[in-house]
């Protein structure tokens, strides 16, 4: 159980959440495990009598009947201090679709307004993105609960009307008013895995094909199924021949791929179901930082990548008429430049 920091007695509350921005940093790093230790605070796996955890469930949850229908389906965490005390609480379940959802999250009213409950949702992202896409949580509509979630990342996805009026016994209030609706709040929370040696296989080869024309249709609405079906030839030939090829994966599937050659980006596809995440700034990043990529071109029918390579330093230089294969597309071709030239 590794331990990154001692925790030193009297330790004020905005000192824990200065230490909260480190704790980010090495949830980054560790490997999957059941404990962990964090200036002697321990996160841990439960997975026996969990209802020992009631009166902590129901500090956010207040009917011990809603909590039955997720507590044994889901996985339960404790954060505990240095004498063994239970300062936080969560479970999470799985609901399919590459989501989990943060089911249930609270902390000891002394403990509260320390960051422990921060400490814990990222500690959970980490543990739960390198096998799924996004985490969500549903609230009532609540100043100081939305505000918290917000403040972890998570942002509006949708609402259930009526929702607490009709699951519940009683009326839930918080913030002097009862709740009605559900909100919903999502994060993005996968991981990749980055390969940097990819052997290109005949079956990693066709993998990327197929991500591709998944990608294409969604980023490239100008491009008809013919113009599609005349691609794919060349596509497949440059996937086999380009300088460099890294690709992203998470879990056993690869979600995103990047091809350079000389100081140049010459392709950038990531899967629609991953779009948003942060997946191809990241193989950018790779791109430049470790392979010197100074370069792109970028379908001037296609502003959003357009807009994206220029939020990421890039520049128009040039502008062609025809794409590489002499079809009718226009190129916009990009330059990155330093920030003492902008």
């Known amino acids: 159980?590794?331990?990154?920091?001692?925790?030193?007695?009297?330790?004020?509350?905005?000192?824990?959440?200065?230490?909260?921005?480190?704790?980010?940093?090495?949830?980054?790093?560790?490997?999957?495990?059941?404990?962990?230790?964090?200036?002697?605070?321990?996160?841990?796996?439960?997975?026996?009598?969990?209802?020992?955890?009631?009166?902590?469930?129901?500090?956010?949850?207040?009917?011990?009947?809603?909590?039955?229908?997720?507590?044994?389906?889901?996985?339960?965490?404790?954060?505990?201090?240095?004498?063994?005390?239970?300062?936080?609480?969560a479970v999470v379940t799985d609901e399919g679709g590459g989501i989990c959802e943060l089911k249930n999250i609270a902390v000891v009213p002394t403990f509260q307004g320390r960051g422990y409950g921060c400490m814990m949702v990222?500690?959970?992202?980490?543990?739960?993105?390198?096998?799924?896409?996004?985490?969500?949580?549903g609230t009532g509509e609540s100043t100081k609960t939305v505000s918290f979630y917000k403040k972890c990342g998570f942002v509006y996805s949708h609402s259930v009307p009526d929702f607490f009026t009709l699951h519940y016994d009683h009326p839930i209030v918080e913030d002097g008013r009862i709740l009605s609706d559900m909100l919903y709040f999502r994060k993005r929370i996968a991981r990749p895995t980055v390969f940097r040696e990819v052997k290109r296989t005949d079956e990693c080869i066709t993998e990327l094909l197929q991500l591709w024309n998944e990608s294409v249709r969604v980023s490239h609405h100008f491009l008809t199924e013919a113009d599609i079906e005349r691609?794919?030839?060349?596509?497949?030939?440059?996937?086999?021949?380009?300088?460099?090829?890294?690709?992203?994966c998470h879990g056993s599937r690869i979600i995103g791929f990047i091809g350079m050659e000389h100081r140049k980006i010459e392709m950038l596809f990531v899967s629609p179901d991953y779009l948003g995440c942060g997946f191809g700034r990241m193989l950018v990043d790779v791109a430049v930082r470790e392979y010197g990529c100074r370069y792109v071109d970028v379908n001037a029918q296609n502003p959003q990548a357009a807009g994206f390579y220029r939020h990421l330093g890039f520049r128009i230089f040039e502008r062609s008429e025809t794409d590489g294969q002499g079809n009718p597309f226009p190129l916009l071709r990009m330059k990155l430049v330093e920030r003492n030239d902008l």
Not at 52 to 61: G, S, V
């Open 231 to 248: 691609l794919t030839p060349f596509v497949c030939q440059a996937l086999r021949t380009v300088a460099a090829l890294v690709i992203a």
């Open 1 to 89: 159980m590794p331990v990154l920091y001692q925790y030193e007695a009297g330790l004020e509350a905005n000192r824990c959440l200065q230490l909260f921005s480190l704790f980010r940093k090495y949830c980054l790093s560790l490997p999957q495990a059941d404990k962990y230790t964090f200036f002697k605070m321990k996160f841990e796996r439960i997975r026996s009598d969990k209802k020992r955890y009631m009166d902590l469930l129901l500090l956010a949850d207040e009917q011990e009947s809603m909590i039955d229908r997720y507590l044994e389906r889901g996985e339960m965490f404790v954060l505990q201090a240095d004498d063994g005390e239970s300062v936080c609480v």
């Open 122 to 137: 990222e500690y959970l992202c980490r543990r739960y993105g390198d096998n799924f896409v996004s985490m969500t949580v």
